[in-house]
């Protein structure tokens, strides 16, 4: 049975950072696609990241610059390192793994197989 189980979320002032953990059972992160996704209070859930196979980090232009994403393969563990939160961060952070994209990384989370429960990150300004 696959599981991701996310870490790491928690308050954070404005211009804070915070590292998110996914550490993932019965599934390899080096297989393919691993994403990073958010949903706002009130809003729909949308991507923020993602790591393909070989490396290769895609980022959504609103986190572009301040997230970047790593892997520990030994430890079959994502991260998602958050630099300069604002306030418009705050949401519920889902890490995903795809079973059908290895390279080009899916945007939306249809291409998602595979998702944690979620972890939350607030900020305050």
């Known amino acids: 049975q696959v599981q991701l189980m996310e870490s790491g979320g928690g308050s954070v002032q404005a211009g804070g950072s915070l590292r998110l953990s996914c550490t993932v059972v019965?599934?390899?992160?080096?297989?393919?696609?691993m994403g990073w996704f958010r949903q706002a209070p009130g809003k729909q859930r949308e991507w923020v990241a993602a790591?393909?196979?070989?490396?290769?980090?895609t980022y959504a232009s609103v986190v572009s610059g301040r997230f970047t994403t790593s892997k520990d393969n030994a430890k079959n563990t994502l991260y998602l390192q958050m630099d300069s939160l604002t306030p418009e961060d705050t949401a519920i952070y889902y890490c995903?793994?795809?079973?059908?994209?290895?390279?080009?990384?899916?945007?939306?989370?249809?291409?998602?197989?595979?998702w944690g429960q979620g972890t939350q990150v607030t900020v305050s300004s």
């Open positions: 019965g599934y390899p992160i080096n297989r393919g696609c």
């Open positions: 790591r393909n196979n070989v490396g290769v980090d």
């Open positions: 995903a793994a795809s079973a059908s994209h290895v390279t080009g990384c899916p945007k939306y989370e249809a291409g998602y197989t595979y």
